[in-house]
């Protein structure tokens, strides 16, 4: 099924509710911690503003050159392990928020990738019961200062600016994460296509191997890689991420009120 935290005219605190159709059933609370029970009520999608379906309490979780032709085009080959950063949960945006382009040089580039939403506490998961931990799944741009990540030698900066998070537009907790085609486009313009197939560590070892060195909480995000592809975007245009049976994530790109484009 598929989980959407939405707010409404007459509702502004965030509220969950299932897709029914054109329709949202709205749920009594959070179903991550107090399961499926309705109110009864139903809220036409149309009436509702879709947010983005989980605000991490702790983390989330990025994996960097899980595609091998990504890795490729960024300069690594053959990494031994899955290459893990965080971003802060003030990146975190939802459907159609804009991404804030901040006063930096260079390119800033976007990242779709599936996202894993964790329901319960993780911590020393084996791979063979990676399903246990997983509460469903969305969709991620993971949005990067490219030139910044270089200049800085690491990516704290460049990919956790307010923001650079986009997630949505709903959780899916019903499907099968492994044969998923990934494509983002701008302005209409294909730019990255992938399937999850290709991913270099597949999901149960990704969450053995982050969950060995952080307690993952409900409601942390595992942001899994994104495949290669051209990936800068400018102010004014708008980026949208299709990821096969979890929808469309679409986000327009504004520059900050300090930042001038040359």
Known sequence: ??????????????????????????????????????????????????????????????????????????????????????????AVVGPGDPIILPPVEGRIVHEGELAIVIGSVAKRVKRDDWQSVVFGYTIANDVSARDVMFADGQWARAKGYDTFCPLGPYIETDIDPTNLEIETFVDGELRRKGNTADLVFGIPELIEFISDVWTLLPGDVILTGTPDGLGGFLDGQTVEIQIEGLGRLSNPAKNRDDRVDA
Request: glycine fraction near 8%; include cysteine.
């Open 1 to 90: 099924m598929k989980i959407a935290r939405f707010a409404t005219a007459e509702v502004s605190d965030p509220r969950y509710g299932i897709l029914d159709g054109e329709e949202l059933v709205v749920l009594t609370g959070d179903p991550m911690f107090h399961g499926y029970d309705t109110t009864g009520e139903r809220v036409p999608l149309a009436d509702a503003r879709i947010l983005a379906p989980v605000i991490p309490r702790s983390k989330v979780i990025c994996v960097g050159m899980n595609y091998a032709a990504h890795a490729k085009e960024m300069g690594h080959d053959g990494l031994k392990n899955p290459l893990i950063f965080l971003k802060p949960n003030t």
